[in-house]
């Protein structure tokens, strides 16, 4: 019996069991932020200790730098944090991407970008989205700040084997679905608490056919389907993406690049569950309540509490109705909005900007919405404003801001007023998420927020955009 | 570094409704703009216990005067659902929780709990149910939860095997819920294994 790509990322790293029974994994590349690590660096201090392998550690800022005026927070609590990652980082001797190195952005668009996410490698970091890395097979998740002092002071953490279930994607996409709507799919199906205890293997032509940049919005989002790490096979096009990268070393590329490849599932692999989803049936999904799982197509009504299975689904369509301010069995579709949010570690790479541009010129953001476009990384912005795209956006009235975390956990000025309904391209609509407790979030792809912009409400961007294929002439 | 053993816990519980209680809930984001976790508290569940235009306090539970005092939380399923920030568990510690009953936890904050020693154990619907039912027609009734013996009991008279995974209740028991002893004596173990990686 052969082993899956998880199977061979755990054995490579084990160091030992411990007294509890839980193993000691080794973690080869650790990525840290400003949120969670300055309790670990000062719980580092406190006990004496200090980074035991400083070059396997790599940090950015993301979650509370503005979007406008990036390196002057207003805020004095944001300016401190930052103030502290930057003498955490020089006392240590770790990696800083600072915001003058030109390649700062968010933690999970800045690790790919640099190379330093590669396959058949363990990546910690104290961010729950760190499963996004999982798109190059890394076994990729977020730890607490306790774990990321352990992980500072040892290179290790204490960990409990996962269950690794498979979900099959096959067939042909509907034109004007993406990534994000088949991981809003999947987690609709299988429910946010679905992954409890399980990593998922994504697996099927679905998932092959997509670029590493799709594959990290699909992985992105496993922890919104309550796996703790998600992740694709390598194969060709994971080594032609990091081929050449800064933290790539190209002495002899080609044997790194066969033992990435060695990584991936054996044919004979042995799963704990294997779920098959037919790409056909999905269609646009965007969520209508305060959990990821509350989603429909866009084709769909609102869900109805008078026809749940249960009183416990009853009470929870309820309160995600009297929340969200939506009425039981009325169309998604058309709902107003107040704003839209197209970027975050989910969509916030070039992609995702590119294809939302080939569709909106000559379009114009409705009035009164406030629609924003905030590029993952300041490479990204960069690459986004070498293709002209800033300026697509300008003229169809989104405003074009700096990289960082943005709204979609207003940790930094951007944030929902009110109760504001947004349109977002982020990963989680809980209560309050978005920064104001009343706010409203509505998740969906980039392509469908940009079309909701435009609209002034929900909207099916098959129909704006026209992206239905035209029917055969007879 | 001898750690507590954390073998029971006995104390008063306030049961908070709901399925898929996220961080985000537990404590809001913009409280996290702190260099350490002090005076974290105040703010578990900041925005379900103030209504966020007036600013008067809810009718939430921690919100009930009979409830002062709780030491367990009463919970649905997929507690602690969403972010790894160890900001949750570390607000609801600070707020005065020492445990957690619930139906289901997600995994990262079930793992950042139990390293704070705030075990946090599973047990059926209807059974957090009927001790939901006990605490609120008498807020004075007492519950235990027996890790050695796995039960919860209570002053009421319940009697429920407890569900947690072996390698916490372990580590809470035996009091090694802190790895950070163990991590760091395997240093020659590390050294191997850190040899044996390419990408190292």
């Known amino acids: 019996m052969g082993k899956s790509l998880y199977q061979k990322v755990w054995d490579a790293h084990a160091v030992g069991k411990l007294a509890d029974g839980r193993t000691q994994l080794f973690i080869g590349t650790h990525l840290i932020h400003e949120v969670t690590s300055p309790q670990a660096f000062g719980m580092l201090r406190d006990l004496g200790l200090t980074v035991k392998y400083p070059k396997r550690t790599f940090a950015t800022v993301d979650h509370i730098v503005p979007t406008e005026n990036q390196d002057q927070p207003v805020d004095p609590l944001a300016a401190e944090m930052m103030a502290a990652l930057r003498s955490n980082c020089d006392d240590f001797g770790v990696t800083y991407f600072d915001l003058k190195s030109g390649k700062q952005g968010i933690v999970h668009v800045v690790g790919p970008e640099q190379g330093i996410t590669q396959p058949g490698t363990t990546i910690a970091c104290g961010d729950s989205h760190t499963a996004t890395h999982g798109a190059f097979g890394a076994i990729a998740f977020g730890i607490g700040t306790t774990q990321v002092r352990d992980v500072l002071a040892t290179q290790t953490m204490a960990m409990e ?314 | 570094m001898a750690l507590e053993k954390v073998t029971s816990l006995t104390g008063r519980a306030v049961f908070v409704p709901g399925a898929d209680i996220d961080t985000d809930r537990i404590i809001p984001a913009r409280f996290m703009k702190c260099v350490t976790f002090d005076g974290l508290g105040e703010f578990a569940f900041y925005d379900v216990r103030f209504d966020p235009t007036t600013g008067e306090k809810t009718g939430h539970p921690l919100n009930d005067p009979r409830f002062d005092g709780a030491t367990i939380l009463l919970a649905g399923v997929n507690f602690g659902c969403g972010s790894s920030r160890e900001h949750a568990p570390q607000s609801l510690s600070k707020y005065g929780f020492r445990a957690v009953i619930a139906q289901s936890f997600a995994e990262i904050f079930f793992g950042n709990s139990t390293t704070l020693a705030m075990p946090c154990v599973t047990l059926e619907a209807d059974e957090i149910d009927q001790l939901r039912q006990a605490v609120e027609a008498d807020p004075a009734v007492q519950i235990t939860i027996d890790l050695v013996g796995k039960r919860v009991r209570s002053s009421a008279g319940h009697d429920f095997p407890l569900s947690i995974p072996e390698s916490a209740r372990d580590a809470l028991v035996a009091g090694r819920w802190d790895p950070i002893q163990e991590l760091l004596d395997r240093e020659a173990d590390i050294a191997v294994r850190a040899k044996a990686l390419h990408y190292v």
């Open chain 1, 161 to 474: 084997a996962l269950k690794v279930r498979r979900i099959e994607v096959n067939g042909k996409l509907r034109a004007g679905v993406y990534a994000k709507d088949v991981i809003l799919h999947i987690i609709r199906l299988l429910g946010a608490k679905g992954g409890i205890g399980y990593c998922y293997e994504y697996a099927g032509n679905v998932f092959d056919e997509m670029s590493m940049e799709e594959r990290m919005t699909v992985c992105n989002m496993s922890i919104e389907g309550g796996a703790r790490c998600g992740y694709v096979n390598p194969d060709a096009k994971t080594v032609a993406y990091l081929r050449g990268r800064p933290y790539v070393d190209m002495n002899d590329f080609d044997a790194t690049a066969a033992r990435w490849l060695s990584f991936a599932s054996d044919a004979d692999a042995r799963f704990d569950d294997i779920v098959k989803i037919d790409a056909g049936e999905i269609e646009p999904t965007v969520t209508w309540g305060i959990s990821p799982d509350q989603g429909i197509a866009i084709s769909e009504n609102i869900p109805d509490p008078a026809q749940a299975a249960t009183p416990g689904e009853k009470a929870s369509i309820d309160e995600a109705l009297a929340y969200m301010k939506l009425a039981a069995g009325t169309p998604i579709k058309g709902v107003k909005i107040d704003v839209a949010f197209i970027g975050s570690c989910t969509n916030g790479r070039l992609s995702d900007f590119r294809e939302v541009a080939k569709y909106i010129r000559g379009h114009q953001v409705a009035a009164g919405v406030k629609a924003i476009v905030v590029p993952g990384s300041q490479i990204v912005a960069h690459q986004c404003e070498q293709e002209g795209l800033d300026k697509i956006f300008s003229a169809a009235g989104f405003e074009w801001r700096g990289a960082g975390c943005s709204m979609c956990l207003a940790m930094n000025p951007d944030k929902l007023v009110g109760d504001q309904l947004c349109a977002s391209s982020s990963n989680r609509n809980f209560k309050g998420r978005q920064g104001s407790p009343t706010g409203r979030t509505v998740l969906m792809s980039p392509v469908m927020v940009a079309a909701a912009a435009i609209t002034g409400s929900i909207a099916d961007a098959r129909e704006l955009f026209e992206l239905e294929p035209q029917a055969a002439v007879a």
